[in-house]
């Protein structure tokens, strides 16, 4: 069964200086990766996702993502956050072809973003 | 009107009660998905349905049931409530396995 890691459950920064959240996934199959905005006592909004194509992918908001596939990876990236970032990002993917298809979500990584 | 709607919002319930959530789509999409989020814990897929015959446990199915009566309609019970499973509830939905998942705003259940 395909898992999503998290690496990191907090990660505090300050105002304006970059941020990276780190997501790895096993699955030996393809996928397509997706990254989740939680704001407080909000439901979950997309970020971006990746199908195919290009590896770097942009999203909403200034975040991109790119996905390295003999890293099994799909770090989030900003190069400059904002107050109003702080919420919980999660990762999530979703193995396709034959009778898979479930989507499964990382443990959240909760971003911090300090004046 | 939201894409996704669970209702209730906020449920206090007794151990051993027999209880109901809610959730009804207006995107049209084929798949659903019941999730409860546990701080540290991420989002947990309890059951999920790709079509109103095909429903599949999830990871954490134990204690629960899926009843998928629509398209649009796909309702999680828990037909003895446990205090463990106090938890906030997710319900949404995609269309096939490649697009964005929409997101109820939430059932958050406590169980006494």
């Known amino acids: 069964a395909q898992s999503v890691t998290q690496l990191d459950s907090q990660v505090p920064v300050f105002e304006e200086a970059p941020v990276e959240l780190r997501c790895n996934y096993s699955?030996?199959?393809?996928?397509?990766l997706f990254w989740y905005v939680q704001y407080p006592n909000q439901g979950l909004q997309l970020l971006l996702k990746y199908l195919s194509g290009s590896t770097l992918v942009k999203g909403i908001n200034g975040f991109e993502a790119e996905f390295n596939k003999s890293q099994t990876s799909f770090h989030l990236r900003k190069p400059s956050v904002h107050i109003s970032d702080t919420a919980e990002y999660f990762c999530?993917?979703?193995?396709?072809?034959?009778?898979?298809?479930?989507?499964?979500f990382g443990k959240g990584t909760k971003l911090s973003v300090k004046p | 009107d939201a894409d996704v709607t669970q209702t209730p919002r906020n449920r206090i319930t007794k151990t051993g009660k027999r209880i109901m959530l809610e959730c009804s789509q207006t995107?049209?999409?084929?798949?659903m998905y019941w999730y409860r989020q546990d701080p540290g814990l991420g989002l947990r897929l309890i059951y999920y349905s790709f079509d109103v015959k095909d429903i599949n446990k999830g990871e954490i199915s134990d204690g629960y049931s899926v009843s998928r009566q629509a398209q649009a309609k796909f309702s999680l019970s828990l037909e003895s409530a446990i205090p463990n499973q106090t938890a906030l509830y997710f319900c949404?939905?995609?269309?096939?396995?490649?697009?964005?998942?929409?997101f109820g705003q939430g059932t958050r259940l406590t169980v006494v």
């Open positions: 949404a939905t995609t269309h096939g396995p490649s697009t964005e998942a929409f």
């Open positions: 995107k049209g999409h084929d798949r």
């Open positions: 999530a993917v979703i193995v396709y072809g034959g009778s898979q298809g479930n989507l499964i």
């Open positions: 699955s030996s199959v393809s996928v397509y």
